[in-house]
């Protein structure tokens, strides 16, 4: 049986820990850049379908719980899985991802119906309230390849409406500095631990997730109002 002694003594080194852990990736974050507003309706993109349906898409934009959280609120996405992909190791880990040594970056696939919100909608959320597509290899305190900025396509016309949106918003300097967000296709998506599904969700009260996630949320309620479901 333990002792209460040792087990306050060990609770306490982990709440220090916490604390210092989290002063130490906010304070080596970079801050976010704040793009134009109102932010441009992408000029190419897929119609609203005649009917409901499914389709897939794929984004990685640094660390998964924001992302994931973000997408969940929208209307017309049906899930948001948080997971690995844009590697070539089958199956990793999150400690072998978060090693850097998988080419995977830490993503979400978003199952969305066409009938109710367009890919392009997805990306504009994706560009401006969902992580700062200006950060190439980090974002805000995480650092990595495994945080870089990348749109997976899963098919032709999902990759032209990407391509031709970040022209767009270059051409538009919507963002200070160059969109370095990458465009490839759709290879494999691996499902992250369940203890990272729903995150946000489960612990709003994180103080990694109160600092760089639940702003993320506001801002989506107040952007896109439009596209927010409670």
């Known amino acids: ?12 080194a982990v709440i220090v820990g916490l604390v210092v852990w ?6 080596g974050a970079r801050s976010p850049e704040a793009p134009k507003m109102p932010f441009p309706v992408p000029t190419l993109d897929a119609p609203l379908t005649s009917v ?32 690995y992909a844009g590697g070539y190791v089958k199956s990793p880990s999150y400690e072998s991802v978060s090693m850097g ?10 199952v969305y119906d066409p009938s109710q919100i367009t890919y392009g909608q997805l990306l504009m959320v994706f560009f401006s309230v969902a992580h700062d597509p200006t950060q190439w290899n980090r974002q805000g305190p995480d650092t990595g390849s495994q945080y870089r900025s990348l749109i997976l396509y899963t098919g032709e016309e999902q990759k032209h409406i990407a391509q031709a949106y970040i022209i767009q918003l270059d051409s538009a300097k919507v963002y200070s500095r160059p969109i370095v967000t990458k465009v490839e296709p759709y290879q494999a998506f691996y499902r992250a631990e369940n203890y990272h599904q729903d995150y946000l969700k489960h612990n709003p009260s ?22 927010y479901r409670p």
């Open 206 to 227: 994180d103080p990694y997730i109160m600092h760089n996630d639940l702003p993320k949320l506001d801002h989506l309620k107040q952007t896109f109002p439009n596209l």
């Open 101 to 110: 040594v998988t080419g995977h970056a830490e993503s979400v696939s978003v």
């Open 22 to 27: 989290t002063a130490v990736r906010t304070l």
């Open 1 to 12: 049986m333990k002792s209460p002694y040792i087990g306050r003594g060990v609770a306490l």
């Open 52 to 83: 409901p349906g499914q389709q897939t898409a794929v984004f990685a934009g640094g660390c998964f719980w924001g992302v994931q959280a973000v997408f969940e609120h929208l209307k017309g996405v049906s899930s948001a899985t948080s997971g």
